[in-house]
């Protein structure tokens, strides 16, 4: 035998010995744990999320889930490091749309939303419901509006910070109903919810969680849902588009992604155990109690269409609210 034979069949065996490398690697995955990057402090409900769908993912990957914290930055931080983090398959990042559509309208950020990441799979969405304290003369969105209007200016209302879902949804709320009110920003639902049953702040578009107890308390008063379709926590309470806000369907999206370029095996795994798990009764349900909807709606391959969409929508509306970050 020749040597330059000799050579082609050493080199032929060579490829074949790192395709079989290759393919026993993507096999075993994962062969260690995972890591899961989280953009805000443990105990909130974005963490409940998250604990509830990898309690799952462990089981059907094998491999234990450990969460990284990287709160600040209105989200930023935890996605900037997702972002720089190696296309492994071993890092996987819970995103909402404070990272992917809210902030790079606001002010610009380390990563593109549309480029930097690869989808794994949509959780859900989490809206919010419009209360007002007792003191407020209103008990529907008419009632509302038509306060608003008669006395331009004087009703304030809480949002977590500037570039918050509860800003955002609120200034929105402005601009369909044509009415004047005076943004107060917090820094959380911890730090205005005393304001806002104290009557030191008017109103705000919050979480039925952080609400719940004080409605039943007579706290406050319940005027609308955000999103289109009721709370099965509290039904009686309708949504605003049913009150007239035509169109008024309002979320936040939690979405699981990983860095781009995740090899086809192990984004496929991380993919079919998403959404396996989003099929799961127990994981519904408890997603469902913790506040999340839209539970597993959306396809993966439907989720750069999701992104995108959204970042333009909000882009609109924080253009046209002057909002800014910088």
Do not use: C
Not at 28 to 35: A, E, G
Not at 241 to 252: A, N, W
Request: glycine content about 10%; charged content about 20%; hydrophobic content about 45%.
């Amino acid at each position: 035998m020749n040597f330059s034979r000799r050579k082609t069949l050493a080199l032929g065996a060579g490829f074949v010995g790192l395709a079989l490398a290759d393919r026993t690697a993507a096999q075993s995955f994962p062969d260690r744990p995972i890591k899961i990057i989280i953009s805000v402090p443990p105990g909130g409900a974005v963490d409940l999320f998250a604990r509830i769908v990898t309690a799952k993912l462990e089981k059907l990957l094998g491999q234990s889930i450990v969460f990284d914290y990287r709160p600040g930055g209105g989200t930023a931080i935890g996605a900037e490091a997702a972002a720089r983090a190696p296309a492994d398959g071993y890092t996987i990042h819970q995103i909402g749309s404070a990272a992917f559509a809210y902030l790079p309208n606001m002010r610009k950020v380390p990563y593109n939303p549309l480029t930097s990441f690869v989808p794994l799979g949509a959780l859900g969405a989490a809206s919010l419901l419009l209360v007002v304290n007792p003191k407020v003369p209103a008990r529907n969105i008419a009632e509302l509006v038509a306060y608003a209007k008669a006395n331009p200016g004087k009703l304030n209302y809480a949002s977590s910070g500037i570039g918050s879902s509860n800003h955002l949804f609120s200034e929105l709320f402005k601009m369909r109903t044509g009415i004047q009110m005076t943004h107060v920003p917090y820094k959380g639902v911890a730090q205005y919810n005393p304001d806002l049953i104290g009557g030191v702040v008017d109103l705000a578009f919050t979480s039925t969680a952080a609400s719940i107890q004080h409605l039943q308390a007579g706290k406050l008063r319940a005027i609308g849902f955000a999103s289109a379709k009721r709370s099965a926590e509290i039904p009686s309470v309708p949504t605003i588009s049913e009150q007239g806000v035509t169109g008024f369907d309002e979320k936040s999206w939690i979405l699981f992604v990983g860095p781009a370029g995740i090899p086809a095996e192990p984004l496929a795994r991380l993919r079919v155990a998403l959404r396996t798990s989003l099929e799961d009764p127990e994981v519904v349900t408890a997603l469902q109690n913790a506040g999340l909807e839209e539970i597993g709606s959306v396809p993966v391959d439907k989720v750069p269409e999701l992104m995108r969409s959204e970042l333009n929508k909000w882009g609109e509306v924080i253009r046209n609210a002057k909002i800014t970050m910088d």
